[in-house]
């Protein structure tokens, strides 16, 4: 039978037999769910016909992306060619005020189910069908790939201070097209998205935040003893292979898999499951850490840090005092500073708390692995926190501007939907409380997983959760801070 031809990735070369042994071998231990009772049968929505019907659908994903991929042009022109102005500019209003700050949402809710509608994803699978080259992905990559994400997204952080990224429609248009160059040569040069796993920085996000979520796609393990295809993997005739080199049949976190249903219509023995959990429950039980991963959390922790403290009344002080400090005027040299020491300041903390928390002859990196993973709710909700201030008060600027772009004319008016800042603040605390029961439990869990004896769990536990507590704390007083807006 013909592969799909509606699907422009299908035409994707499959992985050289190295590569494919060695994804295979990197995803082939299952890991026992120790929360789950072994008589209880997991929740399967995909038995749900509506639900099935959609990921057995041949315009699933696409329709998602073709809709995505003319969003995105509309962005990038109204960027690249609109007004100059960030409050009157679509680009700006769509990217900053409105997809930025939901996107965490989405982790949350549903995965990685961003990155399988993603316009780049389409745009990856395009170029491959007609000029990919199919190489293997490079060794340097698969190795250091979650280091390049952990960079990148300093480096864009970075970036946005130096030269205004958010703040400047021409400025956030260009960026865009760095990373449609990125996606284009990966594309052209290496199998499947390698770009989505091992480059982009919104995967790297979106696999960290996904773990802490309410739903994952597993295979069952009894069903995939017997299957002699491995379709999940290598494709078949209803889709191609996982395009981001995942093995469902032992995969066991949310990193990677993009919900793009590739392997439920490839699956002959119907193995796939979409099954609700309890949130953060990911965190608790990780078979393998890895301090890159757990970095990334710390990362975020300290560009959350940033991205409040610049929009605070206090800012221009702190800059002045550094720049007396160093005695320079130039803002560059005073803002990467004070970057560096806000980049530095939670591996510190988290070192000194390690130093505290481990056991016998256990090494600090090796504790800070572990209990890093419990950063990633608080991170999730001071990240949304923070990103909620924006959407309630600006959200109007993505209709205003959308109306300017085609009419030539602003509306004017209010652009908050809640102007009442004690409801947002409250709301914001809300968010702050959950993300520190979530990490705090997290931790717990994490302790007793990796201790035995309750003297060992709770000296290794107290620690962190005092550590934990000192984060909330700091946000809690950042959001008592009047904030300014981002339009």
């Given amino acids: 039978m013909e592969k799909n031809s509606l699907d422009p990735s299908t035409n994707q070369k499959e992985p050289n037999a190295a590569c494919q042994q060695e994804d295979l071998k990197a995803n082939s231990i299952h890991v026992e769910d120790k929360t789950t009772s072994p008589n209880a049968k997991p929740i399967n929505l995909l038995q749900n016909k509506w639900i099935r019907a959609i990921f057995d659908s041949s315009l699933y994903p696409k329709i998602f992306q073709w809709a995505g991929f003319v969003v995105f042009a509309i962005i990038i022109y109204a960027a690249l060619f609109g007004s100059t102005l960030p409050h009157n500019n679509f680009g700006i209003a769509a990217t900053w005020v409105l997809w930025w700050p939901i996107i965490p949402l989405f982790f949350f809710l549903l995965g990685r189910f961003w990155c399988a509608i993603c316009p780049f994803a389409w745009l990856n699978d395009i170029v491959q069908k007609y000029f990919g080259a199919g190489k293997p992905v490079p060794v340097f990559l698969r190795k250091y790939g979650i280091w390049i994400i952990d960079a990148f997204f300093i480096l864009i952080t970075w970036a946005d201070h130096i030269w205004g990224i958010v703040e400047s429609p021409r400025g956030s248009g260009y960026l865009l097209l760095i990373i449609v160059a990125m996606v284009v040569f990966a594309a052209a040069f290496w199998q499947r998205r390698t770009f989505c796993r091992y480059i982009c920085f919104i995967g790297g ?45 032992t995969m066991e976190d949310n990193t990677k898999c993009n919900l793009c249903g590739h392997c439920i219509k490839n699956c002959p023995n119907d193995s796939l499951r979409l099954t609700p959990r309890v949130p953060t429950k990911e965190l608790w039980y990780i078979r393998k850490p890895r301090f ?71 090494s600090i990196v090796y504790n800070m692995t572990i209990f890093g993973y419990a950063i990633i709710p608080l991170d999730l909700a001071a990240h949304m926190g923070h990103n909620l201030f924006h959407l309630l008060t600006e959200i109007k600027a993505v209709w205003y501007s959308l109306i300017a772009l085609f009419t030539g004319t602003m509306p004017e008016g209010s652009l908050a ?63 008592n801070l009047p904030m300014a807006h981002r339009v």
């Avoid at 007396?324 to 560096?340: G, K």
């Avoid at 409801?423 to 994490?446: C, D, K, N, P």
């Avoid at 302790?447 to 909330?472: D, E, N, Q």
């Fill in 417 to 479: 939907i809640v102007s009442s800042g004690p409801t947002i603040y409250w709301m914001q605390m809300g968010m702050l409380v959950l993300g520190f029961i979530g990490s705090a439990y997290s931790a717990y869990r994490i302790a007793g997983y990796h201790y035995p004896g309750k003297s060992s769990r709770l000296k290794a536990l107290i620690p962190h959760l005092v550590f934990l507590l000192i984060f909330l704390l700091i946000n809690v007083y950042i959001f």
């Fill in 292 to 362: 890159a991963e757990a970095a990334l959390a710390i990362i975020i922790m300290g560009i959350v840090l940033v991205q409040n403290v610049t929009m605070l009344d206090i800012w221009p002080s702190m800059l002045a005092f550094t720049q007396s400090l160093l005695h320079t005027d130039s803002f560059n040299i005073a803002f990467t500073a004070i970057f560096a020491t806000f980049m530095a300041l939670p591996f510190a903390a988290l070192w000194l708390t390690s130093l505290i928390s481990r056991q016998g002859s256990e």
């Fill in 205 to 249: 996000l979106s696999g960290n935040y996904a773990r802490s979520g309410i739903l994952e796609l597993r295979a069952t393990p009894e069903k995939c003893k017997v299957c002699t295809t491995q379709a999940c993997y290598k494709g078949g005739d209803k889709a191609p292979g996982c395009p981001v080199f995942e093995f469902p049949r």
